[in-house]
Structure formats: C-alpha cells, structure tokens
C-alpha cells in the first residue's frame, strides 16, 4: 500500500512540473485541474487506509467544491483573456 | 504501511516546493493559478496530518474564493485606461471615407496597438473610453476618470508649427510611470506624448 | 481484485499524466488527461470500495461526483481554451 502511495505522488509531481513549465495560461489551467482531481482522491485513499470517516468527508466535498471551482475561475480567465 | 512516515514526508515536501514555485512567477495571472496548485496540495497535507476542518477552509476559502476574488481584482487594477474622441473609436470604416480619412484611421489604429504592446510587457490591459468632443475629454482627464487622453491634434496648429505628417496625434498621460514606460519605447509610438500633474495643474514637457 | 483495480487506475493515470509533457495543443492533452482521470480515479476508489465496502456511501457519492464533475470540467476547460485561440487567429 506504501508503494502505491508514492506512486501516486510521484504521479502528483508531473503537473507540478508542467504548471511551473508551461507558459500558456491554459495548460497551467490543465494541470491545475488535474493536480485538484489526484489530491482529492489521495486524501480519500488515505481516508480509507486509515479507517477515518471525518477525512473522507473532506475529500469528497473537496472533490466535489474544488471541480466547480476550477469551473468558475477557467470562465474568469477566459474573459480576461479574450479581452486581450 | 510497514513505515508510514515516508510517504508522509513526500507529501510534506511537495508543499514548500509549490510554494517556492509561486514566489517565483512573474505574471500575477501565473501565479494566480499556481496558487491554485499550492491550495490542493496544502489542502492534501491538511488532511493527511488529520486537520479535516484546516483542510475544508483551506479548500473553500483559501483557494476557490481567494483566487477568484483576486482574479478579478488583479483584471479591474493591471488596466490603463485610456480616452479617446468618438470618431476615433468607431471601428466600421465607411464606403464614402476620403483617403486622408482612411490614413488617420490607420494611423490610430497603429497608435493603439503599439500602445499595447508595449504595456503588455507590464502585464496591463488597455482599455478605450470614448468621449464626444475634446472638451469632455479633458474634463475626464481633470476629473480622474481616464489615466490617459489621445486625440488628434488641430489642423491649424500642425500647420503652425509645420510638424510632419508622422505626429498627428497627441496623448497626455496624469501618471507619471505611465508615461516613463511608454515614452522609454518612444520611437515606435507615433504620436506626441506629455505628461501633466493634475494636482497642480501645470503641464511639463 | 481491490489491488488489481486499483494499480489499473494507477497506470491509468500515468499513461494520461505523461501526455501532459508532450507539446500538442490543449485539446488533445485535455482529452487523454480527462479519460485517464476519470477512469483511473473511478478505478482506484471502486478498488477502495472492494476492499473496505462499510465507508460504501461515501464512496458512490465520490463516484458520482467525479463521473459528473469531472466530465463538465472537462467540457468548461475546452470550451474555454478553444474560444480563445479561435479568437487570437482572427486578430
């Protein structure tokens, strides 16, 4: 179980690596949205390892606010954007 | 989990490393979006270190509404605004234009789009405000309405002053940095460029 | 089976990730990133309910939501991105 653990961060660490590389405003968006989506499922991964309800709560709401939230920002930026 | 700890390191690290990744971006809208990186992450080590309600505040306020607020706040300051005549802005060019029209179009046009691309290298947007006549353009100017006024120059005063074709146009920017920044690309404007203290009201250059 | 799905999400999501590296348009690392997170996600977690099914409501509601979510992010993002560079090609 370890060993899937550091996977997954070690999965978490590409778009890192792509946010902070990339100078287009919407492959940073890409990566933003994928690293949201993998650090979700790793608190509820942890939150099963652990046997722990209260973390897996936040994980699903997190999962579930920061998905919509991404939504709003990515039409934000499309209008500052496209002013441009 | 034989040894829980590392992992538990791992993550820990990936948080000062986004952090150092968001002190280093340069555009406000980079790291506004990096910032969305350092919430996740920080909401990841929040959560596996056992602060569920850290981890759910970091999620909601810190990084959906925080970004969000600033995202807007960072569109509605990082703008130059800029007045112009009313004639000047409207786009749709007539059948019945002289050539002399059709010149003075372009040249605004060409004023206008060098203006920004030199205020992009500062990460500013332009935007235009369009007025009725040049009284009411000075008005703004006066009234702090515009940061900056661009309009032709008299027709009489050109021939006064005999100045070549090239400088039809006049801008007067009420901020000072404003005008350091473009009068420093000053060959590739086009037009007359001055700055005026409102304060005072005393014009220099 | 628990472990099976769950190292199936895991390359899953290595193999959408990597796309994330290579120099195509936004689109096209959209398209591989929305399918590997998607289905690499729903994997792991339907690995997680098989092996501890009692945090079972918890977990379909995860499902769901990224199933849902997930799918309109994707569409939002694109959306986005493509309006923009129709956009820069007419200027």
New interface residues.
Partial sequence: ??II??IM?LT??I??YQ??KD?D?WQ??L??AS??SK?AI??LF??V?RDDW??A???V??LT??NA??M??AQ??K???T?? | ????D??LY??TA?LP??AF?LVIQVNP??AL??R??LG??A??VY??L?A?DV??TE??MG??LA??LY??AV?SSLVMKLGVLETDFQKETQASISTEEKEKKDLFLLIISNF?KII?KYYL?LELLSYKDINNLEKALQEKEVHGICFPINNNIKNNENLDNKNLYETIFRIERLYEIISQENSNVETNLSYVNIKQNKEEN | MSYFLIIFGLILWLWGTSYLLSKRSPLYKLHSLSVSDTLGSIAIVMGLLWKIPREWPLLVLAIISLAIWNTMLGYVLAYCSSSNKSNTVDE
């Fill in positions: 179980m370890n653990l550091v961060i978490l660490l778009p890192i946010g902070w100078e405003i940073k968006m990566a933003v690293i949201s650090t790793l608190i942890i939150s390892l209260m973390i709560i936040v994980g709401i997190i606010v920061g939230g991404f709003l920002l934000v930026i209008r500052v954007t002013e441009n | 989990m034989n040894n829980p590392f992992s791992l993550i990936l490393l986004s990744l809208f980079h979006v990096i969305g990186i996740a992450i909401t990841l959560a596996i056992g569920g981890a759910l999620a909601l990084t959906l970004i969000t995202v807007i569109r920004k992009r947007r």
